[in-house]
């Protein structure tokens, strides 16, 4: 490359901080649901939800400040019956609109409705390729059925499906057989999601999340399943995995090279907004930076302190001595402020142990 | 080569992108200042968001991408830029052959007559 402005790498892996705004927010449109999944961490909100109007002015100020993507939850969208009027205005307005859903009331003409409002794609909720255990996680029996109904629905309409999948100690061992049967649905991708200790997650982690070898074996696993995946996208990026760096195996796929920013994207890519417009750096972390209705959104982004200090992490306990944490910033920022009421402080998901190297535990399971 | 300098370059109509306006102000302040700031002038200007990942480019990346819209070959491209850059021609044309070459290779940029 010759010299001049701009004469360094074209496209490069960008340093913190470096969006003028939310390049996606995640709206909780609704608290209401009609499941009540053993990991929610939402269930427990009690705040208001807006108008439509109000909700259209939401949408607005996302667009005046070049967010680019938005994905609606809860509790569950649809059950908010202004949804795909609200999602045709923000798709009009020029924003990329996707949900996640449990399903339940995904039937075949709410698909064409989804398709019909611009929805981009569908994030269905499924945690385990069996019926049984898919209920018991949701807490509602015939739910996995019709998730699978859902699915179908909506690749009939031609609207593009993703599964959604919360990893935790019911599903983790036969994570692969859910990959497998994700690919029988034919679904453009899965995304297995971390297990967050917030709301209801808090109060079931004992039963429910995974011991730090456990993550370890699990995501050595994920990335071989991963590697050899070609016809559909397996997606599961958590900061803690610049632990496996170091594998040679896995190096080719491991994610921190693809990613934008260092350690949790939220507060630095991403936010979150509560159904009554208030802002969060991410639905896991309970801590209100302000609303979007009546605050100034570009100043929020900018200076509010809580992001400020999200994205300006300090080391604390064993994160002092640890290698990786040039490229894992100690984390997911949501789990370690759950676990110890800091920011700074390890994520508990974490298997570096500061006596002796990364510990990096041999799977003995065949993947696929 | 040949084929590059004539053909009219588009980004892929798939590439969700935006300009980081308020970056790419600053660091044209600092460069305006002669001032030597890799921590201000190495930040992205604009971002791409390409399944899923997003990628950013750097100042002259992002303004040969917003030029990138199918009404510019590559020569149109780096006369347009020759009055906001102080570099000789024959090297912002280099420079800008090689940025398009790559991001053609990647799919990020079309030939406009492929859409």
Not at chain 1, 102 to 116: E, F, I, R
Not at chain 1, 141 to 149: D, T
């Amino acid at each position: 490359m010759s010299r001049g402005i701009g004469a360094v790498s074209h496209y490069k892996k960008p340093q913190k901080g470096l969006a003028s705004s939310p390049i996606l927010v995640n709206w909780a449109l609704t608290n209401r649901c009609n499941f009540s999944c053993s990991y929610c961490y939402s269930r427990m909100e009690k705040n208001d939800e807006l108008s439509r109007t109000q909700a259209q002015k939401v949408l607005k100020i996302l667009v005046d400040n070049n967010v680019l993507f938005l994905n609606v939850g809860g509790g569950e969208p649809l059950l908010r019956k202004d949804l795909f009027e609200l999602a045709a205005y923000a798709t009009q307005l020029g924003l990329n609109i996707s949900m996640n859903s449990n399903g339940y009331l995904l039937d075949k003409s709410a698909a064409l409705m989804v398709k019909k409002a611009g929805f981009n794609n569908v994030g269905i909720s499924i945690d385990s390729h069996e019926a049984r255990a898919h209920d018991e996680l949701r807490q509602m029996p015939g739910s996995y059925k019709r998730a699978v109904k859902a699915i179908k629905f909506l690749k009939e309409t031609g609207v593009k499906v993703f599964i959604s999948s919360v990893i935790c100690r019911i599903n983790f061992k036969e994570f692969d057989k859910l990959v497998s049967f994700a690919k029988e649905l034919e679904v453009e991708r899965i995304n297995l999601h971390n297990y967050k200790c917030s709301g209801k997650g808090f109060t079931n982690k004992d039963r429910l999340d995974l011991k730090p070898d456990e993550w370890s074996d699990f995501y050595r696993r994920a990335l071989i399943v991963q590697n050899k995946s070609k016809d559909m996208d397996i997606a599961f990026d958590d900061p803690i995995l610049a632990l496996l760096k170091k594998d040679k195996r896995n190096e080719a796929r491991n994610p921190i090279g693809r990613i934008l920013v260092k350690g949790s994207v939220c507060g630095k890519l991403t936010l979150y907004l509560k159904a009554n417009a208030d802002i969060t750096p991410c639905g896991f972390i309970p801590l209100r930076i302000g609303n979007l209705l009546k605050d100034d959104f570009k100043e929020l982004w900018a200076a509010s302190p809580v992001l400020q200090s999200m994205r300006n992490k300090t080391p604390k306990g064993k994160c002092r001595k640890c290698k990786q944490y040039e490229d894992c910033w100690g984390g997911c920022t949501a789990r370690a402020f759950a676990a110890g009421g800091d920011f700074n402080t390890p994520d508990p998901h974490c298997w570096y142990n500061p006596d002796g190297s990364i510990k990096l535990k041999k799977s003995k399971r065949s993947t696929q | 080569m040949e084929k590059l300098t004539a053909k009219k370059i588009a980004r892929h109509p798939d590439v969700v992108w935006r300009e980081e306006t308020e970056i790419r102000d600053k660091i044209l302040e600092v460069l305006k200042r002669g001032e030597d700031d890799s921590s201000v002038s190495e930040q992205g200007t604009v971002s791409l968001v390409i399944s899923g990942t997003i990628y950013q480019l750097n100042l002259l990346g992002g303004e040969i991408w917003k030029l990138s819209d199918g009404s510019l070959a590559v020569e149109g491209i780096a006369d347009s830029l020759s009055s906001t850059f102080d570099i000789e021609k024959e090297v912002l044309l280099e420079d800008v052959k090689e940025f398009v070459v790559d991001l053609l290779a990647k799919g990020w940029l079309i030939y406009k007559d492929a859409l």
